[in-house]
């Protein structure tokens, strides 16, 4: 009997996480972009160190920046708190934080206008910096047709709110990720439309490159479409200036060797835009997304034994 009612018990539940998701971007909205996003930063800065993320957060500062102390690393992790929960209260109005309404300033925008004009796809990579929303709605905001990709919400009711909200600032084209979205993407930029994906996250079948001194599995299939379509990789970063107010950079095109071994050369793009992202986090270590597991297990488990080995050290 459990399992006929499961099914009906799954949608409630969804159905009033959708209410709950639809009063927060009421409310949200209600305040305005500088209210909502000083309010976010305060829920971000108050709630984020209880979170079991805090931990990953610090473990991950502690394997890209051993050289810091525990001072720097506390600093760091309380404004990324404060920066996360302002790009958490700042989504439902990004309508409201583009180019267009000044908000954002496009460092190299002329290199969009270019890609707009000449209609010749390119692979934009970026990763989780600062507000990362910001990015697409750059991209679309200057004329660029592009495909978006987005991970779907395990509720579908929350799902179509939060592409709804992404339709309120222009961005129309998704690709949900897998298979199908692999065809669709590909589909995409035989018929001119560029692309856009974040590139910094673990991908546990992808190409081992070296990020912040440590090996980690990384997604291929950026450098692999700009291979097979002749183009490049097109690399953004977004930063926050103050508040709710932005700087998205378009930075020089990366252009993944052609040697002809496409395994090499995907290896080798892949480790390009890896160096790409550590250079941005170095610049800006706050303003990146912390709290994932980047690296792999056996990464965080000699973190973990050498900690024990200093703390026995002490001890003894």
């Not at 949200?28 to 979170?51: E, N």
Request: charged share 25%; aromatic share 10%; proline share 6%.
């Amino acid at each position: 009997m459990s399992d006929k009612r499961q099914p009906w018990v799954q949608d409630l539940l969804w159905r009033l996480e959708a209410l709950g998701f639809d009063l927060f971007i009421g409310a949200v909205r209600l305040m305005g972009v500088d209210r909502a996003s000083d309010f976010g930063g305060w829920l971000g800065r108050t709630f984020g160190p209880m979170s079991g993320a805090h931990k990953v957060a610090t473990r991950n500062l502690k394997l890209a920046f051993p050289e810091k102390d525990a001072a720097w690393h506390a600093r760091i992790l309380d404004e990324q708190w404060e920066g996360l929960g302002r790009s958490f209260a700042e989504f439902p109005l990004m309508d409201k934080i583009l180019p267009s309404t000044g908000r954002v300033e496009v460092v190299n925008g002329e290199r969009l206008a270019q890609i707009a004009e000449q209609k010749i796809p390119v692979v934009f990579v970026s990763g989780h910096l600062s507000n990362w929303e910001v990015m697409p709605a750059a991209i679309v905001d200057s004329g660029v047709v592009c495909e978006m990709t987005y991970r779907a919400a395990n509720n579908p009711y929350v799902d179509k709110r939060i592409r709804d909200s992404r339709f309120r600032y222009g961005v129309r084209l998704f690709a949900p990720k897998g298979g199908d979205g692999s065809r669709e993407l590909l589909k995409g930029m035989m018929e001119g439309r560029s692309v856009a994906l974040m590139n910094d996250q673990k991908f546990n079948s992808g190409v081992a490159a070296p990020f912040f001194g440590h090996d980690s599995r990384t997604a291929p299939a950026p450098t692999r479409m700009a291979i097979r379509f002749g183009t490049v990789l097109q690399p953004m970063s977004v930063q926050r200036l103050k508040g709710a107010r932005f700087r998205a950079v378009v930075h020089d095109p990366i252009v993944p060797p052609s040697t002809g071994n496409r395994t090499a050369d995907i290896e080798a793009g892949v480790r390009m835009i890896n160096a790409f992202m550590e250079d941005r986090i170095r610049e800006r270590p706050a303003e990146w997304f912390w709290v994932h597991r980047r690296w792999p297990n056996e990464v965080y488990a000699d973190l973990a034994e050498r900690e024990r080995a200093a703390a026995a050290g002490q001890g003894g």
